[in-house]
């Protein structure tokens, strides 16, 4: 089995660079492929409110064995809960589904700059870490102008900003403020959510010469770079395939090769545009 290194955050606390998501998890499958997860190693999930399968993530968690000191949860606030106190019951209804006392970290899922209440809900996340329902704060598709907002008018610097990175929209301006800033950054479809990203010939030619896959190359170039990230699969011979990034190495010149892939395209939407 593999040793998942640690980021350490603003916080002090430490975080499995390499989790598992289970967004776009049918609830119905959540349970046992969580399960897996957990069998293969992995110690790290990233779920969230929106995804509607907490409660199943939670099942998992009590079915394994696993003391609550060695795994890593993370959850998020669902747009419909922005707000000061909005924010802080949607935590509580969390942890029931989850059936945890603590989640490890809770995040904005977007700040849907429209609605002009990220600001709010950032005031009762600090009120949520001050409880110890939560061990850590951060966001979730925050630009620079968002986080920015925050650090004038609030106490907290995020833990996290977690967003949209891969080969194909590399957010190296957005890296670079996060680090500056001491947020650590979250890559979330780490690998391109699998589509047309991963037959590149740049991957295919760098993954031939490790004897590896292009997502294992994918995984590995985000290793390398300190992004902490979470693949998703149903598949258990992926989960396992997705954990088995830590016994080689990229050149510089490959990941220069994986640099130059970068075409600012997003999968998901825009953060300032987005308000649902
Ligand atoms: P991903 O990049 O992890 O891709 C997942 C898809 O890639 C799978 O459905 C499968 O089709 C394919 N795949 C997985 N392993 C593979 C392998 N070894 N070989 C070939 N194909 C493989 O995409 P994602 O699920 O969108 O992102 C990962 C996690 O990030 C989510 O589960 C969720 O936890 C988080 N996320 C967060 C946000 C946000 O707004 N904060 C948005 C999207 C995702």
């Known amino acids: 089995m593999s040793t998942i290194p640690g980021i350490t955050l603003n916080s002090g606390a430490m975080i499995p660079q390499l989790g598992f998501g289970v967004f776009q998890i049918d609830p119905e499958d959540t349970a046992e492929t969580v399960g897996t997860a957990l069998d293969a190693g992995y110690r790290h999930i990233d779920t969230a409110q929106m995804y509607g399968n907490e409660a199943e993530v939670g099942q998992a968690i009590a079915a394994s064995g696993i003391a609550r000191d060695?795994?890593?949860?993370?959850?998020?606030?669902?747009?419909s809960h922005h707000g000061y106190d909005d924010a802080q019951?949607?935590?509580?209804?969390?942890?029931?589904?989850?059936?945890?006392?603590?989640?490890?970290?809770?995040l904005i899922h977007w700040p849907l700059p429209g609605k002009d209440l990220y600001v709010q809900t950032w005031k009762g996340f600090e009120k949520a870490l001050a409880s110890g329902k939560t061990k850590n704060i951060g966001?979730?598709?925050?630009?620079?102008?968002?986080?920015?907002?925050?650090?004038?008018?609030?106490d907290t610097v995020p833990a996290v900003n977690q967003i949209e990175l891969h080969p194909h929209m590399q957010q190296m301006a957005m890296r670079a403020y996060d680090q500056r800033k001491g947020i650590a950054t979250e890559a979330w479809s780490p690998i391109g959510q699998g589509k047309g990203l991963?037959?590149?010939p740049e991957l295919e030619g760098i993954a031939t010469t490790h004897d590896k896959s292009t997502a294992q190359v994918v995984l590995r170039w985000h290793m390398q770079l300190g992004n902490i990230i979470f693949p998703k699969s149903v598949t258990p011979e992926r989960i396992r395939e997705n954990m088995e990034i830590f016994d080689f190495e990229l050149s510089d010149e490959e990941m220069e090769s994986?640099?130059?892939?970068?075409?600012?395209?997003?999968?998901?939407?825009?953060?300032?545009?987005?308000?649902?």
């Open 89 to 106: 019951a949607a935590l509580d209804e969390s942890l029931r589904k989850l059936g945890l006392d603590d989640v490890d970290l809770y």
């Open 139 to 154: 966001v979730s598709n925050f630009t620079e102008e968002h986080l920015e907002r925050l650090a004038q008018e609030t």
């Open 198 to 200: 991963l037959d590149a």
């Open 70 to 79: 060695e795994l890593w949860i993370t959850t998020k606030c669902n747009n």
């Open 258 to 276: 994986i640099a130059g892939m970068d075409k600012a395209q997003r999968l998901g939407p825009d953060p300032d545009e987005f308000d649902r």
